[in-house]
């Protein structure tokens, strides 16, 4: 035998070992750079360029500190390329939301916080965007020009919103997630976070924004995808998500809280024959409910599957009297509310918000769900639930005549006529109707016969013709209520006003930021601090025609006094 061949075989076996440590380390620079990646997948697969687009639609939001006809600081600046970026500051071209900081959650109107809802579960506010062409995801960047840090969860979703049949199946995935983190700077970002890789391409990307930590509102100007027409070829990169903020994830497939899990730890699956208890038969029946009541809704199903004993605690209608499904939204469909009926049966306070959209939920699932655990609710949140429809709403009538909370909040898609249903819920005391369509005849029916009412929102509400009239009849049929949020209601006057401060006294809120038809010479806010000195929280954002006068009859009247907002007047006043 010839001993060039030897010398082939370990020319060869050390060109295989050099390939294998050039695999290793691109491995890990893989993980240390995803944009290198990127780069590296362009030039190894030119016919799979990367495809770099801009948002092109805006097609769904919680909320926004914009008017609904015009475009300054709304959601829908978020489409197309930027307006501001990389300039610094506070512009209307960019996309604000309607809150920020803790001190929403300590006005008098603040909503108590739900039970078992998951810790890592923190969005507060959310908007969806969809692209032009479906891609694998890549990376995407958000263009932050004012106080950024807000975006902590960005998802994708496999529906192509495009397309002229209904997709089979619907899935969401998140592509990068964190905690809401302090940034310690106002200035314009270009914000890359790592992003994980998907099975499926997408042209529908969701933001979710916690702004409890920012020191004024973030302001977002746009939004770019990059990915790939083909699924690329590294597709098993790592994700550098912190897989801490996961673990209790319940869109993780690997935890098995995938749509079809999801409803599986739902279901009342049968139990084995096993051991017996052990100390749990000791325990006294009330001391493990109290236990198990520190669960979150998924453990509580897993825990159901264990032994006889735990299933019996777990299916206990006790255990699901404050039942918040928000944090499930991606997975939430009818067979999910099908499979908790049994166990909701005395639900008191129940979530939906964000819940059922893209036919998840339908009109029916929701009505058999209400006909059964409708009867002992007094709270009911339906933030952005765009399955409902008329026939929802008098369902909700009929199905839970207790109802002391109601909350439709950025519920844009109900028809008008829907709103008279709610008529019939005399017993209410809040109720939320911020950016829907509820016109005047149905908002006067509410008023005349939920004469219980002590918060009320109607901000952003335009089909509303005349406010001067809606405060009038709250003033003369509303005298418990506490709160008012009338934010950027268009036509209010110092008469409405002087209805409102003689009809209300025991208001401790009030909203009239971007009104534009008060006018501080007419005497109508130096009347509110005279006749309203039980006043916490006032708002008179952009109205420039405050004055010294008004300022001086507030802090001589309302000594209660912790929120006033006056931004946009051209002095600043500080109160202590």
């Known amino acids: 035998m010839s001993p060039v061949f030897p010398m082939l075989t370990v020319l060869t076996m050390f060109y295989y070992m050099c390939l294998r440590r050039r695999a290793r380390t691109a491995t890990r620079g893989e993980m240390m750079n995803s ?4 780069e590296s997948n362009s030039r190894t697969s030119p016919l799979n360029a990367e ?5 092109k639609e805006v097609v769904d939001f919680s909320s926004h500190y914009g008017s609904e006809n015009s475009m300054s600081y709304t959601m829908w600046n978020l489409a197309g390329v930027p307006n501001v970026f990389p300039s610094s500051g506070d512009f209307t071209q960019t996309a604000v939301f309607r809150t920020y900081g803790t001190w929403w959650d300590q006005c008098p109107s603040a909503f108590l916080p739900f039970k078992r809802t998951p810790h890592n579960f923190q969005s507060q506010d959310y908007v969806e965007l969809t692209f032009e062409q479906q891609v694998y995801p890549t990376a995407v960047h958000v263009l932050e020009t004012y106080h950024p840090g807000a975006v902590i969860r960005i998802l994708a979703c496999s529906a192509n919103p495009y397309s002229p049949s209904p997709p089979a199946e619907v899935r969401w995935e998140i592509l990068w997630s964190e905690r809401p983190t302090k940034v310690n700077a106002s200035q314009a970002r270009q914000f890359k976070p790592c992003i994980k890789q998907i099975n499926f391409p997408t042209n529908l990307i969701r ?19 990059h990915g790939m027409k083909e699924k690329p070829v590294l597709s098993l990169k790592t994700s550098l998500i912190d897989m801490n903020d996961l673990e209790d994830d319940d869109y993780e497939e690997e935890d098995g809280c995938g749509m079809d899990n999801l409803n599986k730890k739902f279901s009342s699956t049968a139990l084995k024959e096993g051991p017996n208890n052990g100390y749990f038969d000791k325990l006294p029946y009330e001391l493990i409910q109290l236990i198990l009541n520190h669960l979150t809704l998924p453990d509580l199903c897993r825990l159901a599957q264990t032994c006889k004993l735990l299933h019996q605690h777990c299916c206990d209608p006790l255990q699901y009297i404050h039942l918040n499904l928000q944090p499930y939204w991606a997975k939430l469909n009818d067979t999910s509310l099908e499979f908790l009926q049994a166990r909701c049966t005395l639900v008191q306070w129940l979530n939906l918000s964000w819940t059922g959209n893209r036919g998840f939920i339908s009109v029916a699932g929701f009505s058999r769900f209400l006909k059964v655990c409708g009867s002992e609710l007094v709270r009911l949140e339906l933030s952005c639930s765009h399955f409902l429809n008329e026939t929802c709403l008098e369902v909700i009538s009929e199905m839970c005549p207790d109802l002391q909370d109601l909350n439709l909040s950025s519920c844009d898609k109900l028809p008008p006529q829907a709103f008279n249903h ?3 819920l005399c017993s209410l005391k809040r109720l939320v109707l911020y950016r829907t369509k509820v016109e005047q005849t149905a908002l006067l029916s509410i008023l005349n016969f939920c004469s219980e009412l002590q918060h009320l929102s109607l901000g952003s509400c335009i089909m509303i013709e005349d406010y001067d009239v809606i405060a009038s009849m709250i003033g003369a049929k509303c005298k418990k209520l506490r709160t008012l949020d009338l934010w950027r209601c268009k036509n209010i006057t110092e008469n409405g006003i002087a209805e409102l401060a003689s009809g209300c006294p025991l208001l401790e809120e009030l909203d009239l930021g971007w009104c534009p038809t008060l006018q501080s010479s007419t005497g109508c806010f130096a009347r509110l601090a005279r006749q309203l000195p039980n006043l916490q929280k006032l708002f008179l954002t952009a109205n ?6 008004d300022i001086e009859e507030l802090a001589c009247n309302c000594i209660r006094l912790r929120q006033l907002d006056i931004l946009g007047k051209d002095a600043i006043y500080k109160f202590f």
């Open 35 to 38: 944009h290198r990646t990127i």
């Open 51 to 55: 495809v770099v687009q801009y948002a």
């Open 207 to 225: 933001l979710e924004i916690n702004s409890s930590l920012l020191d004024y509102y973030t302001e977002l100007d746009a939004v770019v995808l």
């Open 422 to 424: 709610i008529a019939k």
């Open 544 to 549: 420039r025609s405050v004055c010294d006068t």
